[in-house]
Structures are given as structure tokens and as C-alpha cells.
């Protein structure tokens, strides 16, 4: 199966900073991505979603990612942290046509 | 409704209780699906819908788990005499077609097994 290794479990970035989330995938072919948030008490946000083409993707809330095959990653970044993104972030990938595999998780704490 | 309801928001039970979680997914969504989320950990697929069929339950954890959706709509997922491990955040998500390309999750239940 399909599957995404998220190496860090907790990271504090301060407020402005950019921030980089790193996600591995173990797929030999081209494989479906996504990034999802989760709120603390709310259910998960769909940020973006990488399927084949421009390898840089673009989401939402001023967040991109970019596959790199030769690195089997798919990063999240953003130029400048807000306090409201503290929240839990999870790489995911399509293991099946429909079922998606999710990584453990970065909770990203953001520091005035 | 504007977005997928889940309900209880929070659940209890002793150990051997039977539960069942509600989901209501967004009007008009085909695909829904129930995944597991363990303290720490990330969410878990557990069965897929698509309309009122069933076409994957292999993430069920045992024969204690059971979900439907025969309206193909709302869904129920009961678990038959909880064990302790089954305390988790149970999330709900549906898909305006057939695929997952983009999910809407519910807050999801937690459930505390005592």
C-alpha cells in the first residue's frame, strides 16, 4: 500500500516566518497528494492536492507544495505564518482510487 | 446542510456497550467515507460508500464494526460491545462524486470507552 511519512511531529515557527512541512511518499509510479488541516474541535480542511502536471501546486490560505519525484516529497509551504494557522497538518495519499492514506501529523505552533 | 454533521460530538460507553455514530453527509454527496483517528495518530480509512452500496469495509477493525447508508444518505456506524481500544475520533467525510479528490470531514465523535 501507499503510504506517507511525516518526519516532524510537533514544529514552532514565529509569527511572519516562513514555514516548510515535509512529507515522504513510498510510490514508485506518480502518485495522488493531498495536504489536509485539522482545527483543534473541527474536522479537516482539503489545502491542496497534487494528480500530475505543474509539479508546483498552488491551495488555499496562501499555502503551495511541490512534488519532487527525485526526492519522493511533497512539501507544504508558505511565505509568512499567521497565528491562525496553528493547526494540525496532514500529508495524505490516494491508496486506492477513493481510500487516502494519512501521514501522523505536524502540529505547527506559531509563537508571537 | 452546509456542511457534514456528525452526532453525538462527544460519546461515553462501557466497556461492552453497543454505540452508533451519525453521519450526515452533504446533500447530494454520492461518496461517503468513515475513518478512525486514534490519539496522536492520523485518520485511518475504515469502509467507503457510494451511494447506499458498501464497496469497501477492509479498514473495519473487527466484526464488532458494522456501518450502513440505505438511503444513501445519512449514515450510521455502530460498534457492538466496545473495547477499550476502540476509543478514537471517529470522522465522517463525503465527496460530491466518486472520487476523494475532494473530501469534507465532519468534527467527528469521540468516543471514550471506559
Known amino acids: 500500500a501507499q503510504s506517507v511519512t511525516q518526519p516532524d511531529i510537533h514544529i514552532t515557527v514565529s509569527e511572519g516566518a516562513s514555514l516548510e512541512l515535509r512529507c515522504n511518499y513510498s510510490y514508485g509510479a506518480t502518485p495522488y497528494l493531498f495536504w489536509y488541516v485539522q482545527s483543534p474541535g473541527q474536522g479537516l480542511q482539503l489545502l491542496l492536492k497534487?494528480?500530475?502536471?505543474?509539479?508546483l501546486v498552488q491551495g488555499i490560505k496562501g499555502f503551495e507544495a511541490e512534488f519532487k519525484r527525485s526526492q519522493s516529497s511533497f512539501n507544504l509551504r508558505k511565505p509568512s505564518v499567521h497565528w491562525s494557522d496553528a493547526a494540525e497538518y496532514f500529508c495524505a495519499v490516494d491508496n486506492s482510487g477513493y481510500a487516502l492514506n494519512f501521514g501522523k501529523g505536524t502540529s505547527l505552533l506559531v509563537t508571537p | 446542510g452546509a456542511g457534514v454533521s456528525q452526532s453525538p460530538r462527544y460519546k461515553v460507553a462501557k466497556r461492552g456497550q453497543d454505540v452508533a455514530l451519525r453521519c450526515d453527509p452533504i446533500s447530494g454527496h454520492v461518496s461517503l467515507f468513515w475513518y478512525q483517528q486514534a490519539l496522536g495518530q492520523g485518520p485511518e480509512f475504515l469502509t467507503y460508500f457510494q451511494n447506499e452500496a458498501q464497496l469497501d469495509k477492509s479498514g473495519l477493525p473487527s466484526d464488532r464494526f458494522f456501518a450502513e447508508r440505505p438511503e444513501g444518505s445519512v449514515s450510521t456506524l455502530k460498534i457492538q460491545r466496545t473495547q477499550q481500544e476502540d476509543s478514537a475520533v471517529y470522522l465522517c467525510a463525503s465527496s460530491f462524486d466518486a472520487t476523494n479528490e475532494k473530501l469534507f470531514f465532519g468534527s467527528g465523535t469521540q468516543l471514550s470507552v471506559l
Open positions: 497534487y494528480f500530475s502536471g505543474d509539479t
